[in-house]
């Protein structure tokens, strides 16, 4: 009897600690009552999400068995003007709610409330003090080749790295300026939150001449959030070039043919 009352009381001491929320993302953090968490960092106009598990870390006072208490929702308060939120969903898991900047949001700190709420397990709220920073600065581009020598109607193919150093993921559209509107297009990447994603983007030259161009990143949140990147491409019309073009295969011509043409891709590739 007594070992089923110390075994009993053990296992409650195992939630004798006040309860807790684990923040899973945008950081990992376990927050009590009071505490608060630092969210990073985000540009205007961006959506955060905040993920939380609904585990409490203190015993259900409702539960026969004295299992662990759950969360049953997470809700964002106190708001600075502009900003708008909207809570995770009941008893989902994880929890995830989203809080969407200001557009007009000025670079500086802002503070709002994380606030828990449990309707069956005797749990008291939790509330603790969520800090974003807002910056423009979220975005880095880089072209990883930044000169090329294409012949014309070649494909001129650039490798850029988008770099998204902010707490939010978020979409960019990416386009290159400079040169004639028919050679280009713009291009949609998506770059989760605090990661880098490289991507190709193909140029096919019309006419000879050397193209100073631009690419250019802009987030889909905010036109405040933008990077550029300068590239050159030069393009000329030769034998060698249409020779060497050859090498991406020749699709009416007898394989006898077509074996040959690749011999003299081959060939150009070393002489130039």
Do not use: C
């Not at 991406?248 to 150009?268: D, E, K, R, T, V």
Request: a negative charge; zero cysteines; proline letters at 6%.
């Amino acid at each position: 009897m007594r070992m089923a009352l110390f075994l009993s009381l053990l296992f409650l001491s195992s939630f004798a600690l006040a309860s807790k929320l684990v923040v899973s993302e945008p950081v990992q953090v376990a927050l009590h009552v009071g505490s608060s968490i630092d969210l990073g960092i985000i540009g205007p106009g961006q959506k955060i999400i905040i993920a939380a598990k609904r585990a409490s870390g203190e015993a259900s006072l409702n539960s026969p068995t004295g299992g662990e208490a759950l969360w049953d929702r997470l809700l964002v308060d106190s708001l600075p003007l502009g900003w708008v939120s909207e809570p995770s969903k009941f008893y989902e898991e994880p929890f995830q709610a989203f809080v969407t900047a200001s557009p007009e949001a000025e670079d500086g700190d802002y503070y709002f409330a994380l606030r828990t709420i449990d309707e069956y397990d005797g749990l008291a709220p939790l509330a603790a003090t969520a800090k974003v920073k807002v910056s423009k600065d979220v975005l880095g581009l880089a072209v990883q080749n930044p000169e090329l020598r294409v012949g014309v109607d070649q494909p001129a193919v650039f490798f850029l790295k988008l770099q998204n150093t902010g707490s939010a993921s978020d979409v960019f559209e990416v386009s290159a300026e400079g040169l004639p509107a028919s050679w280009v297009s713009k291009k949609k990447v998506f770059v989760p939150h605090n990661s880098v994603v490289s991507m190709a983007y193909e140029i096919v030259p019309k006419e000879n001449g050397e193209y100073p161009l631009v690419f250019k990143a802009d987030s889909l949140s905010s036109k405040e959030i933008s990077k550029q990147a300068s590239a050159s491409m030069t393009t000329e019309t030769s034998v060698w070039n249409d020779i060497r073009a050859s090498a991406n295969g020749i699709l009416l011509f007898p394989s006898i043919q077509q074996a040959l043409y690749s011999l003299w891709a081959f060939a150009a590739h070393l002489i130039v």
